[in-house]
């Protein structure tokens, strides 16, 4: 039996932290005016068939694909499951597309088929949804399951007693995948970390949808050409092939700077930042969370272990002004679009890749050659004395999870476990990828022709903190972008683009303090015992 408990939540900064991390979250936002809700019911009748990919480094091949809806894989229903008819909310964000609400719709259709289960989707639009959603949980009227955008949220719902702790569950078999042995152990490894809270007893406090992705994207006509055999799999070897594909006349590299933090610099400045700095992540975690809280990050400021002014952090820039001169030209201009055309064109050789920017570039009709996918080259001790030898990306399970409301009758809770066990499924990661492009979170995923997404699973280590972000101060991203130009261009100093960030640290730190009455006396909220 899924255990209830409820209590009020004590966290004062959490709708604030909320909107900051929902504004980073661009692709699973909407714009909706309205909170709404609609039941969906229904069936399909296709049969699944997943196939594990191949790991390591991975082909696209053909440019054409479908992007309908139509061939979605559907769901039969199984004598093994128990039929309940019963009607449960699941609270998410509005979908603004007719695509987005078409696979919300299938998802319930066919998870009623499987079940007797009728879903009954509870939305609110994005910049309501924190405070729609916190104040739900405070007054005990909240969805029976709903949709998390960060980690941190769930795990002060745990903390609060507000939502069900997912451990025992997670360590018994997801009904859907009968013999494929524990829930959990069906799940990416690189994922288990982070959906558990070590501060408060390795608890799982929610389940993860989908997980974002970032790789490294070549062009494998251009790398045979230019007799490069293989991707690299270092900074250094990153570097060499960029200088050869320099030489032989081709553009190495491609990023987008037009739209500031929209663009792409940040990516590449989290990247490095982690494998350089990845060393202080034990001293700033200091509730064993597994992951820097935002408490966590107003300590390390504090106390100085975060100075941007001073190595391993100031040694970022001067690698990635290196690596700019190797960028395609203009690149300050482009937005995300123009780089995937200009990719899917063969304008340049590789770019960093998001999981969202696939389908535009993979279906592009000016695309003729074949993709390359793998993960971001490690920052080893031979570029740098603090690089980890880690390949760190962007990614991980932070924009899409699911909890359970502990406030919920139990009937509710237990047909809403059977939910999230459906969308951690094989039937439902098929459906996912071929429907939505997005990378389920499972250690095997089903391979869908024409479609790489596959190619983008989590076989890389996730950071366990990213300033640059707005998971923390949306000032800091603006300026480590517009500062980060002037700097790559030669109209700054690495000296007084680090003070900058600093001080912007700083001033965000000073308001989180205020706000929260956090100080060094009471150890910046971290010795609060956490909900039992």
């Not at 050409?225 to 594909?245: N, Q, R």
């Not at 995923?445 to 076989?459: C, G, R």
């Not at 690495?494 to 960030?501: I, Q, R, S």
Request: glycine share 6%; hydrophobic share 35%; proline share 6%.
């Amino acid at each position: 039996m899924l255990k209830s408990k409820r209590t009020l939540l004590s966290a004062l900064a959490l709708v604030t932290i909320l909107a900051l991390c929902l504004s980073a979250c661009g692709q699973n936002s909407s714009n909706s005016s309205n909170t709404q809700a609609s039941v969906a019911t229904g069936a399909t009748t296709a049969e699944i068939s997943p196939t594990a990919s191949d790991s390591g480094d991975s082909t696209v091949t053909s440019p054409a694909a479908s992007t309908d809806t139509e061939n979605s894989p559907a769901t039969t229903a199984d004598a093994s499951i128990p039929q309940t008819d019963i009607t449960i909310t699941v609270g998410a964000q509005a979908q603004t597309t007719d695509a987005g609400k078409q696979f919300q719709d299938q998802t319930a259709e066919n998870f009623k088929e499987l079940t007797g289960i009728t879903v009954q989707w509870v939305t609110a639009d994005t910049s309501n949804y924190p405070t729609w959603l916190q104040t739900q949980l405070m007054g005990g009227t909240a969805p029976d399951a709903f949709w998390s955008n960060m980690i941190n949220w769930p795990q002060q719902f745990m903390r609060d007693g507000l939502i069900v702790d997912l451990t025992p569950y997670l360590n018994q078999e997801n009904i859907f995948n009968p013999g494929g042995g524990t829930w959990l152990s069906q799940l990416s490894p690189a994922i288990v970390s982070e959906i558990s809270d070590q501060s408060n007893g390795n608890k799982i406090v929610a389940i993860p949808r989908s997980v974002g992705a970032n790789k490294l994207a070549y062009n494998k006509d251009i790398f045979e050409k230019v007799g490069i055999s293989s991707p690299p799999a270092t900074w250094a070897e990153m570097m060499d092939d960029c200088a050869k594909l320099q030489t032989a006349g081709y553009v190495p590299f491609g990023y987008a700077g037009k739209d500031g933090a929209s663009g792409n610099l940040h990516w590449i400045l989290s990247m490095v930042c982690a494998s350089l700095t990845s060393s202080t992540w034990p001293q700033l975690d200091v509730n064993n969370s597994g992951m820097i809280e935002t408490n966590e990050t107003v300590k390390g400021v504090e106390d100085g272990t975060i100075d941007i002014t001073k190595s391993p952090w100031i040694d970022i820039f001067p690698l990635v002004k290196d690596f700019s001169q190797y960028w395609l030209p203009g690149w300050e201009t482009l937005d995300n679009t123009d780089l995937m055309n200009k990719f899917a064109a063969g304008n340049f050789a590789m770019m960093q890749m998001g999981v969202w920017m696939a389908q535009t570039v993979y279906t592009n009709p000016d695309r003729t050659f074949d993709i390359g996918i793998v993960p971001m080259p490690a920052i080893t001790t031979e570029t740098s004395p603090y690089g980890a030898g880690i390949s760190y990306s962007l990614g991980g399970v932070s924009y899409d999870l699911w909890s359970l409301n502990a406030s919920a009758p139990q009937e509710n809770q237990n047909a809403a476990l059977k939910f999230l066990q459906y969308i951690n499924s094989p039937q439902f990661a098929e459906s996912l990828i071929a429907d939505t492009w997005q990378v389920p979170p499972l250690k095997t995923l089903p391979s869908v022709p024409d479609n790489p997404i596959s190619q983008f699973s989590m076989d890389y280590n996730v950071e366990k903190m990213d300033l640059f972000n707005t998971s923390y101060d949306q000032q800091f991203l603006a300026d480590a972008v517009s500062y980060g130009q002037l700097y790559i261009e030669g109209k700054m100093s690495a000296a007084d683009y680090a003070a900058k960030l600093q001080q912007d640290l700083v001033d965000a730190t000073q308001n989180y303090m205020q706000s929260n009455d956090w100080s060094e006396s009471n150890n910046y909220g971290l010795d609060a015992t956490p909900t039992p």
